[in-house]
């Protein structure tokens, strides 16, 4: 299962039709410790790099983008009472929503997961 990048550092993966949605370790690495996750409301349709959720850290507040247009079928309940494990599992446990992708083709607009590891080691 390819997962895929932008430049604000959100993830993406596709599995059954449906795209799993949360943001990059690298950007976890970046926050420090979670401790807020504004979670989008069911049913909103949202665009492809439209502002849908925001994240709240002791050392800054960030907006999460959508890697994709769709609409949010779920939200990761779990981030409201526990929003540390974006620190502990950003890229697996602390998905942030699911949605049904509207137009997949819109993929060629992110990265691999090397060209953000190079997007990334271009930034250093």
């Given at each position: 299962?390819?997962?895929?990048?932008?430049?604000?550092?959100?993830?993406?993966?596709?599995?059954?039709?449906?795209?799993?949605?949360?943001?990059?370790?690298?950007?976890?690495?970046?926050?420090?410790?979670?401790?807020?996750?504004?979670?989008?409301?069911?049913?909103?349709?949202?665009?492809?790099?439209?502002?849908?959720?925001?994240?709240?850290?002791?050392k800054a507040a960030s907006d999460i983008y959508a890697?994709?247009?769709?609409?949010?079928?779920?939200?990761?309940?779990?981030?409201?009472?526990?929003?540390?494990?974006?620190?502990?599992?950003?890229?697996?446990?602390?998905?942030?929503?699911?949605?049904?992708?509207?137009?997949?083709?819109?993929?060629?607009?992110?990265?691999?997961?090397?060209?953000?590891?190079?997007?990334?080691?271009?930034?250093?």
């Amino acid at each position: 299962m390819e997962t895929y990048f932008t430049k604000e550092h959100e993830w993406v993966t596709i599995k059954d039709g449906v795209a799993a949605v949360g943001i990059s370790d690298h950007a976890a690495h970046l926050l420090g410790d979670v401790t807020f996750v504004e979670l989008p409301p069911l049913g909103k349709v949202v665009t492809q790099f439209q502002q849908f959720a925001a994240i709240e850290s002791v050392k800054a507040a960030s907006d999460i983008y959508a890697p994709l247009s769709g609409k949010i079928i779920k939200v990761n309940e779990a981030l409201e009472v526990t929003p540390e494990i974006v620190n502990e599992s950003p890229e697996e446990a602390a998905w942030i929503v699911r949605l049904e992708p509207s137009n997949l083709e819109e993929l060629q607009n992110l990265m691999t997961r090397t060209q953000y590891e190079e997007f990334l080691g271009g930034m250093e």
